[in-house]
């Protein structure tokens, strides 16, 4: 791959076929703008299939060479996420069931059923052909595996698939349903053939079932993922990656990096009218993604698609202001990322997205935004060096999907919301408040190497987390563990015992009761006298207020009203050669920027950049000798760095004396 960050992305010029004088056009802006990565072929199967079996690439072929011939990278996709016309009317199995029982007619995209053994073959077929077409064509630089995955099918294939799945889980029925707790309500399955997904018109309140189901999608969709893999791979060694999405609840992604040579993701943040408005909590919301794709392979991820003016799908088709084109794609850039590349290159002239922004528009003029993507353009280059260095985070806070699920669809103790995502985000934006990076990961992955790690609201506890925590712990690692922690097993039954499962003396307090509070009412989390963090301030608590009974903690904060008036809602432990401490409720968020403050020095965790004023981020890429500092300002206004900032260090962009909302300054330290 080029030393350069790949900049660019989506072009569909099958839609101007006819019109080569627009591809022409294209070209000439590309350059301009320094365009040097398209991605091509999401969407072309039609045209690559047009009857069964007839394959004809003289499209695809002449647009790869027309761009090899530019000088234009190609990252080539596998076009499965749309099918054409021929291939459902004359294989109806290939479209999906919806969980009410119901076969889709032909139309939209992601419509098909990833068990279906007819779309399986047509689709192996057709990435083998294109393997063997272009796997060796020399600007071909990836393969982009389909388009955002996503969304389920209840065929009887696919309840096949997962009875079978269940019963390599299990072993027999009786285990299931002894996991499952089937007695309950007399759901007692007699065989595995007895199972079906959950359904509005059947089983849909039986939480393990919800479960399973989902993992299963997830473990589905791999298992058709890895085929695609495999037929590319038939002719071709280059890298695979498959593009992925925002906070996707219908998918574990975790379980799909082993099968990818490198991450990418789709970024659309609501820019300008997400968060009420508020630039600082975008940023951050965005950047927890950011760092959570980047920690899926621990190493540079692909900014697959972005918005480079407004999305169409959005509640507001906002314009992005002058400057956050630069400042959202750096971003990216300052997390981990190795390109900038968006969603699209050029307008469609009608269809569903014929709205939705691109850098060239149906004008074929220069506009500001291109010009914008010009200047983002220069910038990248100017900061080239930095492509292919790493992040490496010594804090690390879990975001677990499985644990989501369950929890999540577990009736109790919030059904009106348990504000996970809020909850994440406070915690997160208290971290980088401390100017560290932050790796954002799955239950599972490894713990070592972290000085900190929080567990927010970690409901599911799996394949011996409780363990691995305690150890953690034990070995001196500093342990954050939050409310609705340790509540249930892999099958979401409730542990008998204390809670947090295992961990009880490791936080030195146990569970007794969880509050729920309505909407707009809060308790208040009041300084504990003589708190060891010599917290001076009141805190108010939302959502969620846990109960607990100490044992050896000892409480930071204590509720301020109601009947636990006096419980603590935070508390501190010390364990082995390491200390936990534990946060009962949802609190505001300045909490976190006080607490993490407070606890990071004792981490052993050595700032990148510190006294960061709220909208102000720090995050570090290394290449093993030097290293390259990004502080990016998502506040309203301008912010005057200290001279001790970047003093005596490389300034490879923007001022050191000056950081402007949603400015950007590079350095080398
Ligand atoms: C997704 C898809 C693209 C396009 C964009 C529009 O990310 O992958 O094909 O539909 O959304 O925002
Ligand atoms: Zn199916």
Redesign the pocket.
């Known amino acids: 791959m080029s030393a350069e960050f790949h900049f660019g992305g989506?072009y569909n010029p099958e839609q101007w076929m006819d019109h080569p004088d627009i591809l022409e056009e294209d070209i000439r802006h590309f350059h301009r703008m320094g365009i040097n990565t398209v991605t091509l072929n999401?969407?072309s199967w039609a045209f690559l299939e047009p009857e069964e079996g007839r394959y004809d690439f003289s499209f695809l072929s002449f647009v790869i060479k027309r761009m090899g011939e530019e000088g234009i990278s190609v990252i080539l996709a596998t076009p499965s996420?749309a099918r054409p016309k021929w291939l459902a009317a004359k294989y109806p199995e290939v479209l999906r069931v919806t969980d009410d029982r119901r076969r889709m007619l032909f139309g939209e995209?992601h419509n098909h059923c990833y068990t279906s053994p007819v779309y399986r073959e047509k689709v192996r077929l057709l990435n083998e052909r294109l393997s063997e077409e272009f796997g060796h064509a020399e600007n071909v630089i990836a393969w982009h595996i389909s388009?955002?995955y996503g969304g389920e099918c209840h065929c009887p294939l696919c309840q096949d698939a997962f009875r079978n799945w269940l019963r390599k889980r299990y072993g027999s029925i009786e285990e299931l349903n002894r996991r499952w707790n089937n007695a309950f309500w007399s759901h007692i399955c007699r065989s595995f053939d007895d199972i079906e997904s959950p359904s509005p018109i059947g089983e849909h309140k039986n939480p393990s079932l919800a479960l399973d189901w989902k993992r299963f999608v997830t473990y589905q969709t791999v298992d058709f993922m890895s085929e695609e893999i495999k037929a590319v791979r038939k002719y071709s060694e280059l890298p695979v990656t498959t593009?992925m999405?925002y906070d996707y609840d219908g998918l574990d992604y975790s379980r799909f990096a082993d099968s990818l040579d490198f991450i990418s993701w789709?970024n659309?943040p609501s820019w300008g009218t997400g968060f009420g408005g508020d630039g600082v909590l975008v940023a951050a919301d965005n950047a927890i993604e950011h760092d959570y794709f980047r920690s899926l392979k621990n190493k540079p991820f692909f900014l697959?698609?972005s918005?480079p003016a407004a999305?169409?799908?959005q509640p507001y088709s906002h314009l992005k202001r002058p400057g956050v084109l630069e400042a959202a794609s750096l971003e990216a850039v300052a997390h981990g990322s190795d390109s900038v590349l968006f969603?699209?290159m050029r307008n469609s002239y009608a269809g569903?997205?014929k709205f939705?922004g691109a850098l060239i528009d149906n004008s074929g003029r220069c506009t500001r935004v291109m010009k914008e993507a010009e200047e983002l353009g220069k910038k990248l280059r100017m900061i080239s060096r930095v492509k292919g260095s790493i992040v490496h985070a010594e804090a690390a806070v879990i975001n677990d999907r499985e644990s989501r699920w369950a929890m999540e669809g577990a009736a109790g103790p919030r059904n009106a919301g348990l504000h996970f995502r809020d909850n994440l985000r406070r915690i997160y934006l208290g971290l980088r408040s401390c100017g560290i990076d932050v790796d954002v990961i799955d239950s599972e992955h490894p713990f070592d190497g972290y000085k900190l790690l929080v567990v927010p609201m970690l409901y599911m506890f799996r394949s011996g987390a409780e363990q691995r925590l305690r150890e953690f712990a034990a070995d001196g690692g500093t342990l954050v563990v939050t409310h609705w922690s340790g509540v249930a097993d892999e099958c979401d039954a409730v542990y008998p015992g204390l809670s947090p499962h295992g961990l009880a003396d490791v936080l030195g307090l146990y569970r007794t009761e969880i509050d729920a509070l309505a909407d707009g009412k809060t308790n208040t989390a009041v300084p504990a006298a003589g708190n060891k963090l010599g917290m001076k301030r009141s805190y108010e608590c939302s959502v969620l207020a846990e109960v607990a009974e100490l044992t050896s903690a000892s409480p930071v904060l204590v509720y301020g009203d109601d009947f636990y008036k006096g419980y603590p809602a935070a508390a501190v432990n010390s364990y082995g050669s390491g200390r936990a401490y534990y946060i009962a409720s949802m609190l505001e968020e300045g909490f976190y920027a006080d607490f993490f403050a407070s606890i990071i020095a004792g981490c052993g965790i050595e700032p990148v950049v510190s006294g960061l004023p709220r909208g102000v981020f720090a995050s570090r890429r290394t290449d093993g000798e030097k290293n390259f500092v990004f502080m990016q300002n998502f506040s309203a206004s301008e912010v005057i760095l200290d001279s001790s900032v970047a003093s005596g260090c490389r300034i490879i962009a923007g001022s050191p004396e000056r950081l402007p909302s949603y400015g950007t300054l590079v350095f080398e330290k």
């Open positions: 989506d999401v969407f996420g995209r388009n955002e593009n999405m789709d659309y697959m698609e918005c999305t169409n799908w969603f699209q569903y997205e939705h």
